[in-house]
């Protein structure tokens, strides 16, 4: 039987201080479930920033989104106006693309209704839990803006409702599994691929 490895191949080929942050998500937040909404809508405005960066930027600036958000408090984001999202296109924390602060300011405010009908944006997710990438990515598009097929496939894996988080051999792979992920309970097939 080979020993589980320390970490993910993707892990171990980076070095220093980007190898460090990855590290850190790695073993405590990539592929774990999320049950809490404003973490769920966290992760999905994170994914939609990452669109055309590295997720090392992203993981170096995760606590200036976090500010600058007031920690992803959807009621909060979702009542945003243009004094607000000047404020986030001068704070040099976070990405400062106009197109992706308008996004996150009416996602948000398409999660408080997907929630108004179905109790909560996880609740959401579970009630269309599991289908196919190319059926999320259809049924994100329709629901959502700036939700292209990867940013929807990195959400839902990132998220635990669909697999390949995790290499096999990876110890944290295991650790997940225990908590039961949506995607180990019931899903079709998904190719797992390493975070980029």
């Not at 589980?4 to 990855?22: E, F, M, R, S």
């Not at 599991?130 to 994100?140: A, C, D, G, K």
């Not at 292209?148 to 669909?162: D, N, P, R």
């Not at 019931?186 to 190719?191: E, I, N, S």
């Amino acid at each position: 039987m080979q020993k589980p490895a320390t970490y993910c191949i993707y892990v171990l080929a980076l070095a220093g201080q980007d190898g460090n942050v990855h590290k850190l998500y790695h073993d405590r937040q990539y592929g774990f479930p999320l049950r809490d909404d404003n973490e769920l809508f966290c992760r999905l405005i994170l994914e939609i920033n990452q669109a055309g960066l590295s997720w090392t930027t992203i993981l170096k600036k995760e606590e200036g989104f976090r500010s600058a958000y007031e920690d992803f408090d959807i009621r909060k984001v979702a009542a945003y106006g243009e004094r607000d999202m000047n404020r986030l296109l001068g704070d040099e924390r976070i990405i400062r693309n106009r197109l992706k602060v308008r996004a996150a300011v009416e996602n948000a405010r398409r999660i408080i209704s997907l929630a108004n009908e179905h109790g909560s944006f996880k609740a959401w997710l579970d009630h269309h839990h599991p289908q196919s990438i190319e059926s999320w990515t259809s049924l994100f598009k329709s629901a959502f803006t700036f939700t292209g097929g990867e940013i929807v496939k990195e959400f839902l894996v990132s998220t635990g409702y669909l697999p390949g988080a995790h290499e096999k051999r990876c110890r944290v792979y295991a650790e997940i599994l225990n908590l039961k992920p949506p995607w180990s309970l019931a899903h079709p097939a998904v190719k797992p691929r390493a975070k980029r």
